[in-house]
């Protein structure tokens, strides 16, 4: 059994297919999966899929960095409105964070819509569903500034949330791991591809207690499957490549990184 912690199965890219999608993944052995949001279109495909597989999919809130438009305040109070309501499914605050790969036209907006978005998982005792690219130090800087002057906390522990994806160097992940204890590293296809060095840096700097499993589905299929949709029910491959690098059984790496997931997302339970 596990969890895919980061799903965008509410993508176009699972209209013809989607029972289909999450009937494999149940048989493969997911038990949950979380849907990151990432726009103001997303929300309500997400939350009506949600609604259709309670105690299964399990939904997020956030405004992507890569979509970040003109509007973004007013889309920010819309989605914050909707973390106000009482009994509001969101498990998280996510995908969010900052992503200057492509384009640095908005290198300030992220940086405010994110600390912003921070806020919202202190203000509203949620984890955070990180994304970022080519924006380390940036990265480190807003959430550290964002959670001073004290260390903030939810009920009485410090937050917690995921760096998605992950795929940096030893370095970085020390520091991410060192500076935010709350927080899991996600690990996902990446890790199966024949040029990554993803397995050396979590076999020497990275424990399995600090790791949970995703998907980012439709994207970043895992070996065999590179180049293919991805979808929940390929984590396996994931699974088996942690049990090499860690040198523990399957059932050992599925039991521990679920146990991860259930700890950083505690609305799950």
Not at 9 to 16: G, I, K, P, S, V
Not at 234 to 242: K, M, N
Not at 251 to 259: G, L
């Amino acid at each position: 059994m596990y969890i895919d912690t980061h799903s965008h199965l509410y993508d176009e890219a699972f209209d013809n297919d989607r029972d289909d999608v999450i009937s494999r993944a149940r048989e493969a052995g997911a038990i949950k999966v979380f849907l990151p949001n990432i726009n103001a279109a997303t929300v309500e495909p997400m939350l009506s899929l949600a609604q259709q597989h309670p105690g299964f999919l399990y939904p997020m809130i956030g405004l992507h960095p890569e979509d970040i438009g003109d509007d973004w305040s007013t889309v920010l109070d819309e989605m914050e409105a909707l973390l106000a309501a009482p009994e509001h499914p969101f498990i998280a605050v996510g995908e969010v964070g900052l992503d200057y790969y492509w384009d640095r036209s908005r290198y300030e907006e992220q940086q405010q819509v994110f600390a912003r978005q921070i806020e919202w998982a202190v203000r509203y005792h949620l984890p955070l569903m990180i994304h970022s690219r080519k924006a380390h130090r940036e990265l480190v800087t807003v959430l550290k500034n964002s959670l001073n002057p004290q260390p903030s906390t939810l009920n009485s522990q410090p937050i917690t949330g995921c760096f998605h994806c992950f795929s940096g160097s030893e370095e970085v992940a020390e520091e991410l791991l060192s500076t935010f204890p709350g927080f899991m590293l996600g690990i996902g296809g990446v890790l199966t591809f024949k040029n990554s060095h993803l397995g050396e840096v979590l076999r020497n700097v990275v424990p399995l207690s600090r790791i949970i499993l995703e998907t980012d589905a439709p994207y970043l299929a895992p070996a065999p499957h590179r180049g293919k949709r991805n979808e929940t029910a390929f984590i396996p491959s994931i699974i088996d490549r942690l049990s090499d690098i860690y040198g523990v059984s399957a059932e050992e790496v599925a039991a521990e990184t679920t146990q991860n997931a259930l700890n950083t997302f505690p609305k799950c339970q």
